[in-house]
């Protein structure tokens, strides 16, 4: 299994900022996720983030709305950029290890006013 | 493109029944099917990871049930508690990332 971390565990932000939430592992791991989980709706993928390389997107996500970075093994930020209300959303990263279970970090909700 | 589907959306029953929640899946070319259980406004707990080559899964009160040819699984929770109220997911893997279901909604009443 992995111990997954998450900050801010929420936040209320202004039309037209941008917000980055980080992610911390308690293990090396080569593939990092992040999900958006819209209100009353299921997970979204967002993106794929491997370590040493650019994040790979999903349709409808784009780099310059959500950059990710992965600085090491451990670790990954998402920055939601310019945000509108449409933005409002939990964001979750997640985490695949041994034999293809994902684990997943607590969220943060984001509120976009 | 793999759709999931989870029946019912939501479900309430009494304390100590026992249930079963369904999900369904359009494309049998999956790796695994993993259940999670997520709490209002929280994150996404996982419960049982089935392999593509597994039939079922036993952890205490939960028991997951895969019948990949069918493209079917079900969870079921032995005698109920108001502490399994929350949502479950299904989630299968494929050549894909991660597809999730929307999720059933259960409510145990005490």
């Known amino acids: 299994s992995a111990v997954i971390s998450q900050k801010p565990s929420r936040d209320i932000c202004q039309r037209g900022t941008s917000l980055t939430i980080q992610c911390q592992v308690d293990?090396?791991?080569?593939?990092m996720f992040w999900y958006r989980q819209q209100p009353g709706q299921s997970l979204t993928l967002i993106a794929t983030?491997?370590?040493?390389?650019?994040?790979?997107?999903e349709s409808g996500f784009v780099i310059d709305k959500f950059p990710i970075s992965r600085p090491n093994l451990t670790f990954s930020t998402l920055t939601v950029s310019n945000m509108s209300p449409e933005d409002s959303s939990i964001y979750l990263c997640s985490v695949e290890v041994g034999t293809g279970a994902q684990y997943f970090g607590p969220g943060t909700r984001l509120t976009v006013l | 493109k793999q759709e999931v589907t989870q029946i019912p959306a939501a479900l309430s029953v009494p304390e100590g029944e026992n249930l079963v929640l369904n999900c369904s899946f359009t494309d049998s070319a999956i790796y695994n099917l993993q259940w999670f259980r997520q709490d209002p406004g929280k994150g996404l707990t996982s419960l049982l990871l089935?392999?593509?080559?597994?039939r079922e899964q036993t952890s205490g009160r939960l028991n997951a049930s895969l019948d990949k040819s069918s493209g079917r699984s079900t969870l079921y929770i032995a005698a109920s508690q108001p502490g399994d109220s929350a949502t479950y997911l299904c989630?299968?893997?494929?050549?894909?990332?991660?597809?999730f279901g929307k999720g059933t909604r259960l409510s145990v009443i005490a």
């Open positions: 089935i392999q593509s080559s597994q």
């Open positions: 989630a299968v893997q494929g050549n894909t990332p991660l597809v």
């Open positions: 983030a491997n370590q040493g390389s650019e994040a790979t997107y």
């Open positions: 293990s090396q791991v080569t593939m």
